[in-house]
Structures are given as structure tokens and as C-alpha cells.
Nanobody
Framework: EVQLVESGGGLVQAGGSLRLSCAASGSTFDGYAIGWFRQAPGKEREGVSCISSSDGSTYYADSVTGRFTISSDNAKNTVYLQMNSLKPEDTAVYYC?????????????????WGQGTQVTVSS
């Protein structure tokens, strides 16, 4: 089973950028879809973006389309989430997760392996 570790969170002003990393160990990303999710205080966890290792397809929530970019570096076994034009409403704990049944931003149940999360705080 793949183990995931997120990094790259922090405090940034509105309009700024951050790049989150999701590093895998125990297995490669081959055969997995890797998703980024976030959870703000008092809110449900929501899907942000996902990349499929089978064909490289990428998916984005409407709220981040055009601002966030997901990518993968297979040599480093790492998936990235580049976040630009950050807004205060992007403030949340961001998690990456692995799913061996394809990408989904609406159904979190298939994602069996989760990282510990990294905090992103965007100040206004």
C-alpha cells in the first residue's frame, strides 16, 4: 500500500502562490489516481484536483480551475499542486490521497491512502 506525505503548506497573502508536494513511499504511483483534497474549519472535506497515472488526465474543482495546476514527477514519485492567485477562501488543510480505481473529486470513499495534511493559510 502506498504511503503519502504532504509538504509545502504555509502562510501567504492573497494573490500569492504555493506549491504543495505529495511524496509516495512503499509503492510507486503506477496504477493509482492521486487526488488533492482540502478541509476548512467547520466544512466537509472537498475534492480540489486529481491526476490519473494511467493516462495523465487531470481534473479540477470549478473553484480552482485556472488557478491551480496538478502535475506528477514519476522519477521522484511525487505529485505537485501549484496554487496561484490564492484567495482567503482557499485556506484549509490540504490532503493528498491515492485511489486505485480512477479519479474522483466527489466521492472520497475510494481513496484508501491519505497523507497527514498540510495547512494552507491565505491572509487578506
Amino acid at each position: 500500500e502506498v504511503q503519502l506525505v504532504e509538504s509545502g503548506g504555509g502562510l501567504v497573502q492573497a494573490g500569492g502562490s504555493l506549491r504543495l508536494s505529495c511524496a509516495a513511499s512503499g509503492s510507486t504511483f503506477d496504477g493509482y489516481a492521486i487526488g488533492w483534497f482540502r478541509q476548512a474549519p467547520g466544512k466537509e472535506r472537498e475534492g480540489v484536483s486529481c491526476i490519473s497515472s494511467s493516462d495523465g488526465s487531470t481534473y479540477y474543482a470549478d473553484s480552482v480551475t485556472g488557478r491551480f495546476t496538478i502535475s506528477s514527477d514519476n522519477a521522484k514519485n511525487t505529485v505537485y499542486l501549484q496554487m496561484n492567485s490564492l484567495k482567503p477562501e482557499d485556506t484549509a488543510v490540504y490532503y493528498c490521497a491515492a485511489n486505485d480505481d480512477g479519479c474522483s473529486l466527489s466521492d472520497l470513499n475510494p481513496f484508501a491512502s491519505w497523507g497527514q495534511g498540510t495547512q494552507v493559510t491565505v491572509s487578506s
